[in-house]
């Protein structure tokens, strides 16, 4: 069984530029968190696709956004980057809901840097 | 919201030595806990997680953490470190904030084995 994949592995882009990442998930996960990981920091929640459909987001703004397709693989997408936005984005999947108990499997992340 | 407090930022052991790594948290209702691994440049790692039952919750690569509800902690522990533990360690738990289930990590501390 594959792991949890992302695209690209590093990514350079202007402030105002828009940005698409990419994960594949675990094999049999309908799940899939994306995260934000700052420089020394934690992994902090943007949103969680359950099932195609958003299920919960965290404090972020609607330039977020993003989608999971029906074979469970999902895209975040930023429009209008920020320097603030520069970070490791993780996604991770899960066998059901986070929050419910199930351990989530992370991908290796894609680094974004805006300049 | 529930949230987890992780009070160092870095702890050194010597090798062979046990470690423990801290973590508290604040939850209404019953709490469902994590921990995850980070090493250089890698997402992150699942290790164990406590949901209900037994106080000590043994997980992966020898690692356990023990859960005590009247001091609200869960501090992870191994009876003897190696030099390949070194790593960034984040607790986590279960948040339902905003009607929905997700996860919110700690701040996360380092590791630091030394030979």
């Known amino acids: 069984e594959t792991g949890v994949t992302q695209s690209p592995t590093h990514l350079i882009k202007t402030r105002g530029q828009q940005v698409t990442l990419r994960c594949s998930s675990q094999s049999g996960h309908n799940t899939v968190s994306w995260y934000q990981q700052a420089l020394g920091q934690g992994p902090q929640f943007i949103f969680q696709?359950?099932?195609?459909?958003?299920?919960g987001r965290g404090n972020f703004p609607p330039r977020f956004s993003g989608l999971q397709f029906p074979n469970y693989s999902s895209e975040l997408n930023v429009n209008a980057l920020e320097l603030d936005d520069s970070a490791l984005y993780l996604c991770a999947s899960s066998p059901g809901l986070a929050g419910v108990g199930v351990e989530q499997y992370f991908g290796p992340g894609t680094r974004l840097t805006v300049t | 919201a529930q949230s987890v407090a992780q009070p160092e930022d870095q702890v050194n052991v010597a090798e062979g030595n046990p470690l423990t790594v801290k973590c508290t948290y604040s939850v209404s209702g019953n709490p469902y806990l994590f921990w995850y691994v980070q090493y250089p440049n890698r997402g992150l790692q699942f290790l164990l997680k406590?949901?209900?039952?037994?106080?000590l919750v043994k997980g992966s690569y020898g690692f356990e953490a023990e859960f005590n509800k009247s001091q609200t902690s869960f501090h992870l522990k191994k009876p003897s470190a190696l030099v390949s533990d070194s790593a960034l360690y984040f607790c986590a738990v279960r948040d339902m904030a905003g009607g929905y289930q997700k996860v919110t990590f700690g701040t996360g501390t380092k590791l630091q084995v030394i030979p």
């Open positions: 406590y949901i209900t039952g037994d106080n």
């Open positions: 696709y359950y099932r195609e459909e958003e299920n």
